[in-house]
């Protein structure tokens, strides 16, 4: 009950005061009222206070009636006026302590959805605990599955509680905690035993953090006064912890949602990334496509590109000579030397069929014959180390054309394969067998040659070559940058000669061609291209020319 | 001269509310006046001129709003501090209740610990 000041009651209220005058008046009843403190607050003394009357409110005097006898129903009357005002303060002053807690919970409210983050909310509550709460400390402490054990998300105020030993001792918090019951504990000697909080505390007011009837933890607050905490403070403790609850477990969930989906995604990258090398990214991307997942049986677009085939020499009698082991180690090896160089100038390796590889360089011819240039003095790289390790040098032919091409996805719904379809595919194979029988390293066709910055390697034109199943045939020319200095050497020099053969050649004059050539092979003798001429200009000359000639060799095998 | 505080509020729990915040101020010899609508609020700041009015924005008739541009702008009323109180939720009022002049705004449900210091704050009793 307040303290009720007559003063301030009969002050206040002007109209009880002129009241309980003209009341006293009407009655004929001389009386004044005093307070506790002999202070006249109403009326005029006379003189006489041997009629004194207690005004009380709950055996509690606040004043004096005096001067009159009949002053005694005053005082009652008075008594009870008190007493109605005492009621009314003691309800309006517990009406704003709850008003206190409602706006307390509309500000956590507010704060709590200002976060989602576990560890952030954890904190705000705690902070709004000891605000509205006189405590000297408080932890928050949650259960961690996958560790098994408490943790301290949380803390505030004097360091009065060891989170170490909180987490040591989790089973034995749990069993002090697991009933669920929120509650203020002031026999704590065992916590202090174990360390968990300091000496100097006396007690601690706990409430447990519940969702769906699972306890997930608790906040706690320690306090180094008895008596510091009241049943009204475990009810505002109670009801943050409520609101927290729901709060961190949609967090939590929340965070290990995320955690979850940047795993899957990093699996998924992986997938594509792996998935890269087995189908070329290029491949993907001519047909508009950002990854392997986006094509589509039937997808196809068409190109203008230059296709490469490089081949290496004999292999078949070259792996007959080594075991499956040696065989695949000697490809693998080869390959992975080769590879690195096509991607160095904007090409990409379509296919590898055993000795073979075909790659294709979508941007311009030249890329193309400088990587083949490139290829072929990496095969002598290769080369000199295996005469180093003892083993025969090997020897590898390069045929590129430049033509429309279509890149596309076939098979069924069920096996796909990128496919690479066109006239411009077997060109290139083809030139690249043709190798073999020009004894040349390097053989392009003129669709290439317009794409070429002709001075900056060492050409000869071949004449023309008539492949199997073509209507046309197609001019040939031989790169010889790749090949060894020597041979370069003795090319140049005789490259004049070599053409003015060549023309004599194409327009029948196989008299002069004869002559030529010969030439060429004294002054060069290691032009085994000049031979080949040589020894079919010299049939021709005995043997005429079928009918219809044209000039180009003629491809008898694919 | 006696400080005056003016509390109006058509809602008779938020009149006593705010009245037991303040209740200590009793003794710093503050005299405390009410009023339940915006008509009856005018005549008492007209006629009592107390130093500060706490003003309940959402009142039938006439509402706080009203009230304050009344009296800070058309009346021009000195030494009134004026503090306007709304629900949560309706803090757009917040430009308007600087267009009517007034001197704090303060959302409801209030803080009592807050309340208490301003108006210690306003009256110099601090």
């Known amino acids: ?166 987490r040591d001792n989790s089973s034995l918090l749990l069993r002090i905690g697991l009933s669920g019951q929120s509650e203020i504990i002031n026999d704590i000697s065992i916590l202090k035993e174990k360390g968990i909080v300091r000496e100097n505390v006396e007690s601690l007011m706990y409430a447990a953090m519940k969702v769906k009837h699972r306890i997930m933890g608790a906040i706690i607050l320690a306090a180094t006064n008895t008596e510091q905490f009241a049943a009204a403070h475990l009810k505002l403790l109670v009801t943050l912890a409520l609101q927290s609850s729901g709060a961190i477990e949609s967090a939590r969930l929340f965070e290990s949602n995320i955690r979850e989906v940047k795993e899957r995604e990093e699996a998924i990258l992986k997938i594509h990334e792996a998935t890269k090398k087995f189908v070329p990214n290029e491949f993907i991307r001519s047909l508009g496509k950002e990854a392997i997942t986006d094509v589509r049986l039937g997808d196809q677009v068409e190109k203008v590109v230059t ?21 695949f180690h000697f490809v693998s090896s080869f390959n992975a030397r080769l590879g690195p160089i096509i991607r160095s100038h904007n090409g990409f390796i379509n296919q590898y069929l055993g000795d073979s590889i075909m790659a294709i360089f979508p941007n311009s011819a030249d ?32 045929g590129m054309h430049t033509g429309s091409l279509i890149m596309g996805i076939t098979g069924d719904n069920f096996r796909m394969d990128a496919a690479t379809i066109s ?5 290139a194979s083809r030139l690249e067998s043709l190798t073999k029988h020009y004894i040349a390293d390097i053989l392009l066709s003129d669709a290439s040659l317009l794409q070429i910055d002709k001075s900056r390697v060492h050409l000869r034109y071949l004449g023309l070559v008539q492949l199997k199943g073509k209507q046309e045939p197609i001019h040939v020319y031989e790169c010889f940058s790749g090949n060894h200095s020597s041979d370069i050497a003795g090319k140049e020099k005789t490259l004049s000669l070599f053409n003015e053969a060549i023309g004599h050649y194409l327009t029948s004059d196989f008299e002069n061609s004869v002559r030529a050539f010969e030439l060429v092979t004294e002054l060069n003798p290691g032009d085994h291209t000049a031979k080949f001429f040589l020894s079919s200009a010299t049939k021709y000359l005995s043997k005429g020319v079928p009918e219809n000639w044209n000039g180009a060799i003629e491809m008898l095998i694919k | 001269m006696d400080k005056k505080i003016l509390i109006v509020d058509d ?31 005018l005549e008492l700041i007209q006629t009592e001129k107390p130093h500060l009015v706490f003003l309940d924005v959402m009142m039938p008739r006439m509402n706080g709003m009203d009230v304050c541009q009344k009296v800070k702008k058309e009346l021009a009323i000195e030494d009134v501090y004026i503090i306007l109180l709304t629900a949560k939720g309706q803090e757009l009022d917040r430009q308007r209740g600087q267009e009517v002049g007034a001197d704090v705004y303060m959302t409801k449900p209030f803080d009592p610990e807050v309340l208490l210091s301003k108006a210690k704050q306003v009256l110099q009793l601090d």
């Open chain 2, 11 to 41: 809602e008779a729990h938020i009149r006593m509310l705010i009245g037991q915040t303040l209740e200590e101020l009793e003794d710093e010899g503050v005299e405390f006046l009410t009023a339940d609508n915006g008509a009856s609020a």
């Open chain 1, 423 to 427: 006239d411009t595919v077997n060109t």
């Open chain 1, 1 to 166: 009950m307040s303290k009720i000041s007559l003063r301030q009651l009969l002050g206040k209220n002007k109209e009880l005061n002129s009241f309980l005058l003209q009341l006293a008046k009407e009655l004929g009843i001389e009386v004044w009222i005093e307070d506790m403190g002999e202070n006249v607050v109403m009326g005029t003394p006379t003189g006489s206070s041997l009629f004194s009357y207690p005004i009380t409110s709950n055996e509690e005097n606040v004043g004096w009636v005096k001067g009159d006898k009949k002053g005694e129903l005053i005082a009652g009357l008075l008594s009870q006026l008190v007493r109605k005002e005492a009621e009314k303060k003691s309800l309006g002053s517990e009406v704003l302590n709850l008003y206190q807690e409602i706006n307390v919970i509309f500000n956590f409210s507010e704060k709590l959805s200002q976060t989602i983050e576990a560890d952030g909310i954890a904190q705000i509550t705690l902070d709004q605990a000891m605000h509205s709460i006189p405590s000297d400390s408080g932890i928050m402490v949650l259960w961690d599955n996958e560790k098994g054990q408490l943790q301290v998300p949380a803390t505030s105020g004097k360091v009065l509680f060891d989170p170490e030993r909180i």
């Open chain 1, 307 to 327: 296709v490469l085939f490089t081949d290496i020499r004999d292999f078949t009698s070259i792996s007959e000579r080594m075991t499956p082991e040696e065989n």
């Open chain 1, 367 to 398: 890329d193309a014959l400088s990587a083949a240039v490139r290829m072929q003095k990496e095969v002598h790289e290769f080369n000199r180390e295996r005469t180093a390790a003892g083993l025969e040098p090997i020897k590898a032919g390069i």
